[in-house]
């Protein structure tokens, strides 16, 4: 069993989310099926598919125009949200702290926070990119957290690029992640693979050792694209 989750990132309308959770409704899979959505499209209902947001505020409530907190989420009924994505990471500056803060708002409020790290190119070059991974982890999961992370790896040069690290770079960097947080005393987390995931490669990814599941961007904005995902993998 895998957990397939799809980031919509700012794309979606409800017309599109209501086509999607009727078209995963009745495929034939045990895998578990996660949407992040754009905050606009939380709060309806999706079925067996469980929705989550793509962000959150670190405070609970205030002056902070703009921004939505994870107890607000939370009441929409959504159950994930992802945090420390590379493009919140790119375009709104956000740090391994802020991200750690996130997470352990989110999981304040119930939500099982879905912690992004992961490499950029200019890192993966300079022979950093094992040390990025480790830390990353170390300093992105909230000190006394309970076993309710999912930690996605995503190597930041790979995310929308159409190309992937090879199956023995996946497979370090997996493992990497699974010993610190073993070392952490954390075992039993999920721990998936986003970037440039397709139907044509996600069945081999998930074959990885450590790889308990994918993070789509483009591929799961449409059925056509994202159920061979889900259907193709036990
Ligand atoms: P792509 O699947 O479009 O490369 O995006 C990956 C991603 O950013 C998921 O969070």
Redesign the pocket.
């Known amino acids: 069993m895998k957990i397939i989750?799809g980031?919509w990132?700012m794309n979606g309308t409800r017309t599109a989310l209501s086509e999607m959770i009727n078209a995963l409704q009745n495929i034939d899979t045990q895998n578990t099926i996660i949407l992040?959505v754009p905050y606009t499209l939380l709060n309806i209902d999706s079925g067996r598919i469980a929705l989550g947001a793509q962000d959150t505020s670190t405070h609970d409530h205030g002056a902070y125009t703009g921004e939505v907190s994870a107890q607000m989420i939370a009441e929409t009924g959504a159950k994930y949200v992802?945090v420390g994505?590379?493009?919140r990471r790119q375009y709104h500056g956000e740090t391994n702290n802020i991200v750690q803060q996130k997470a352990a708002a989110a999981m304040t409020a119930g939500l099982i926070p879905i912690i992004?790290i992961g490499e950029t190119m200019d890192e993966k070059q300079s022979g950093i990119a094992m040390q990025v991974i480790e830390s990353g982890v170390r300093e992105c999961v909230p000190p006394n957290t309970n076993k309710n992370i999912i930690i996605?790896y995503?190597p930041r040069w790979?995310?929308?690029?159409?190309i992937t690290p090879t199956d023995d770079e996946i497979a370090a960097a997996h493992k990497l992640i699974a010993d610190t947080l073993s070392n952490m005393g954390l075992t039993n987390i999920p721990i998936l693979y986003?970037?440039?995931?397709?139907a044509t490669n996600a069945a081999q990814i998930m074959s990885i050792p450590n790889v308990d599941g994918v993070?789509?961007?483009?591929?799961?904005l449409k059925p056509d694209d994202f159920i061979p995902i889900i259907t193709n993998v036990k």
């Open positions: 989750a980031n990132k992040c992802i994505h590379s493009e992004c996605a995503e790979a995310i929308g690029a159409g986003g970037a440039s995931v397709k993070l789509v961007g483009g591929a799961s």
